[in-house]
């Protein structure tokens, strides 16, 4: 491996762990504090990673709900909200509501699947 290539992947997986990152309000919430969404470079920054929402980058990703904060971090009132710890605290709720509801209800589609294969199997025989 040349040079480019082992700097290229050492690029992408830091980008990969940044923005997988921007999935925990918390950390959204201790950037803010820091002050880090007033850096202009900083804002530019977030702007370049909308790349990851491209098919061929997203795929990577194990916490979608990232590319979700990242395009609400291109709007300066979200990032001023997010200093406030309560911000975050309600990001964080919203976000285990909607896992438990998706996992609900991807069970109960689980279930109806199952059911509908054996009665399938019980009809053939």
Known sequence: ?????????????????????????????????????????????????????????????????????????QYEHFRKELVNAQCAKFIDEQQILHWQHYSRKRMRLQQALAEQQQQNNTSVK
């Open 1 to 73: 491996l040349g040079s480019d290539d082992t700097g290229n992947r050492l690029r992408f997986q830091l980008e990969l762990e940044f923005v997988q990152c921007l999935a925990n309000p918390n950390y959204l919430n201790f950037l803010a504090q820091r002050g880090y969404f007033k850096d202009k470079a900083f804002v530019n920054y977030l702007k370049y990673l909308l790349y990851w929402k491209e098919p061929e980058y997203a795929k990577y990703l194990k916490y979608p709900q990232c590319l979700h904060m990242l395009e609400l971090l």
